[in-house]
């Protein structure tokens, strides 16, 4: 059958189609047998209809960050929505943009008024559409919730090709559907964004330990006083084995009202002899990530596979857990930029439905950045294979997955994931997607 009618262009070249089927993950490569550049919202719903009516699937692509082909369709048509980036507006408490706009575009728009997206992802060259529909964790998320906890509306482009506007008061079925959601029922086309004002700077601490349980401990004493603005931490592996833990975080601050050192790290166990403080302008501090994809561009490691895993633990169990987990790592599993980030979370913070937390008040991200140094695909494979044991042995602790992860999953398994959440799921696909045109990359349906 034809295409239907576009504004914008079907592109078909083997070139485009290649490239489409790469993520940053490098591990899964499916080839579409499109990809549209969409010239307006109606071309993204013409395109669902078309594939619908033809028994084939689409999947939206942002900025192609995911590490496992969650965001690639074999045999169907990808959605590039990267070119659909518009800032439309941004007021005193709010910013409305296209989805395919990253978190660094709307940073800047936000901040030329004085204001800021209350949670940012650590790299802000992640597209809003990408991140809404998988939570979105940053520094505040202890505070503030993920990223789809600060969406206020969303325009969405549902599976069977209809435009609905949904909110928490419109249409709130599709509305919490879609905030990590895995997109399932639908294609973000517009977000509207929760700001608030932004400070002028950041006083930065990183704060060095020698034993996983003293850094736990004051992790845990920062997040119960919620004494910094942002709380982050790791494990860094040594290349003579054993770990470097770090707990990172910072105080915002405007002008010459300076964070007092003395009262921000009463009590804490680190060594201090070691620690690095500073004082940062808060978009620099925004942008810390971006040194860091500059040197492994350079080096070439950013292209290498990254079996990336992200899961929670709840409080109870944490210590056992990371302990025995540590145990079984090292730089290898990691290579040399790789580090295990570990931060503590209110779990009532997280409010958005499909995002799955551990049932106790405190909860730990617990997280595997891996950067292997080679590009064998034996050796990220083996990486594979390890996250999904790893991920079985934090489920059996009480823990749950934070999507973002590399390695495959059954409907059956999303089924637990989502446990409670799994029938409204369900439900909202019967109703938005009927034909189960989307997004196949995640394996839910
Ligand atoms: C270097 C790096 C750092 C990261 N840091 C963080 C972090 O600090 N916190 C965190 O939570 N995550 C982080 N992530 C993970 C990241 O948030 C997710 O992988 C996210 O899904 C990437 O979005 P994307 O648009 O870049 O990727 P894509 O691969 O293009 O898309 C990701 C998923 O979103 C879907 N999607 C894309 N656009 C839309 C849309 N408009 N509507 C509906 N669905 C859509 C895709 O189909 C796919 O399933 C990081 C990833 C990398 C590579």
């Known amino acids: 059958m034809e295409p239907p009618h576009l504004d914008g262009e079907l592109l078909k070249d083997e070139a485009s189609r290649q490239a489409a089927a790469v993520d940053f993950g490098n591990l899964v490569h499916n080839v579409p047998i499109g990809v549209l550049r969409p010239g307006s919202t109606a071309d993204v719903g013409r395109i669902l209809r078309w594939m619908g009516d033809e028994g084939k699937q689409v999947t939206p692509q942002g900025e192609r960050h995911s590490v496992y082909g969650r965001s690639q369709v074999d045999g169907g048509v990808v959605v590039d929505m990267s070119g659909r980036k518009d800032v439309h507006s941004v007021e005193r408490d709010r910013i409305v943009v296209d989805a395919g706009a990253k978190w660094s575009d709307v940073l800047d728009a936000a901040l030329q008024e004085g204001l800021t997206p209350p949670v940012l992802t650590e790299y802000l060259e992640l597209s809003v559409g990408g991140t809404i529909v998988v939570g979105g964790v940053g520094g505040t998320t202890w505070r503030y919730g993920t990223q789809s906890d600060t969406v206020l509306e969303l325009e969405v482009v549902t599976g069977d090709g209809r435009v609905i506007t949904c909110s928490p008061d419109r249409e709130p079925r599709l509305f919490d559907a879609m905030r990590a959601g895995l997109g399932q029922v639908g294609i973000i086309s517009r977000a509207t964004l929760s700001l608030t004002p932004a400070q002028d700077s950041a006083r930065r601490y990183q704060l060095i330990y020698g034993d996983l349980d003293t850094m736990l401990a004051d992790q845990r004493v920062l997040l119960r006083e919620g004494r910094w603005d942002y709380l982050q931490g790791a494990a860094v592996p040594g290349e003579a084995g054993g770990w470097t833990y770090l707990v990172d975080g910072s105080k915002l601050f405007s002008g010459a009202d300076a964070p007092d050192d003395d009262a921000l ?13 500073g004082t940062f302008p808060y978009s620099d501090y925004a942008y810390r990530f971006a040194p860091l994809e500059k040197s492994l561009r350079s080096n070439g490691h950013w292209f290498h596979p990254h079996p990336w895993l992200a899961t929670f633990i709840g ?27 570990i931060f503590p979370l209110r779990t009532r913070s997280i409010r958005s439905p499909l995002m799955r937390l551990p049932a106790e008040e405190v909860s730990f991200a617990f997280n595997l950045l ?6 064998s695909e034996e050796a990220a494979n083996a990486m594979v294979k390890a996250n999904r044991a790893i991920y079985e042995r934090v489920r059996a602790a009480g823990g749950t997955l934070n999507p973002v992860s590399a390695f495959p999953m059954s409907t059956e398994e999303w089924r637990t994931h989502f446990g409670s959440r799994w029938d409204g799921l369900c439900t909202a696909k019967e109703l938005y997607d009927p034909k189960h045109v989307l997004t196949p990359g995640y394996e839910v349906f």
């Open 265 to 277: 790290l009463a009590g804490l166990s680190d060594d201090r002899a070691q620690a690095q403080i």
């Open 315 to 341: 409080d109870s169990a944490a210590q056992s857990v990371l302990a025995a987990e540590l145990d079984l790592l090292s730089m290898a599993d990691l290579g040399t930029y790789g580090r295990v980030l």
């Open 370 to 375: 891996r950067f292997p140094v080679t590009d």
